[in-house]
């Protein structure tokens, strides 16, 4: 399970003309699932979003966690995260979950970061097509990756 994490001063996610999900200071979630992705990885990797020190104390420096500043968080899937365009111009989805285990984790990770953030996770729509509208903060962009033991053979 991958986490595009994007520290923002504001995000939102548009479908069909309507706001989905808004947050103000906090983090982007872009979430792609593996084809291999258990709730195992999605318990890792929303405990490490949630406690990612990559906001500014009084000196500056990255520091403090979304817990630690009160911050928000808004939860986009977005499978293509792990499209391979290693051969070819075209990507290659094949380590992408199929699309209904993908919502069942993608659903079961927004949970598990609300939890550990108690608070409302804001979301995009599972498999719409979303405008994202953000104002990147820093820039601060972080891939953060949770990777299960495969089973299938190469």
């Not at 550990?116 to 104002?135: I, K």
């Amino acid at each position: 399970m991958v986490a595009l994490v994007q520290r923002v001063a504001e995000a939102s996610v548009e479908v069909n003309g309507q706001i989905t999900g808004a947050i103000g200071r906090g983090l982007l979630i872009l979430l792609g699932v593996h084809r291999d992705d258990t709730e195992a990885e999605a318990d890792w990797l929303a405990r490490k979003c949630a406690h990612l020190r990559i906001f500014p104390d009084e000196e500056g420096k990255m520091n403090r966690s979304l817990k630690d500043v009160g911050g928000q968080a808004l939860v986009v899937s977005q499978f293509t995260l792990y499209g391979d365009v290693s051969r070819g111009h075209r990507p290659s989805f094949t380590e992408s979950a199929a699309p209904e285990k993908a919502e069942c984790l993608y659903q079961y990770f927004v949970q598990r970061l609300a939890q550990e953030l108690g608070q409302t996770v804001p979301t995009g729509v599972f498999g719409a097509m979303m405008r994202v509208h953000l104002v990147n903060d820093g820039p601060v962009t972080l891939w953060v990756e949770r990777k299960a033991i495969s089973c299938h053979e190469d």
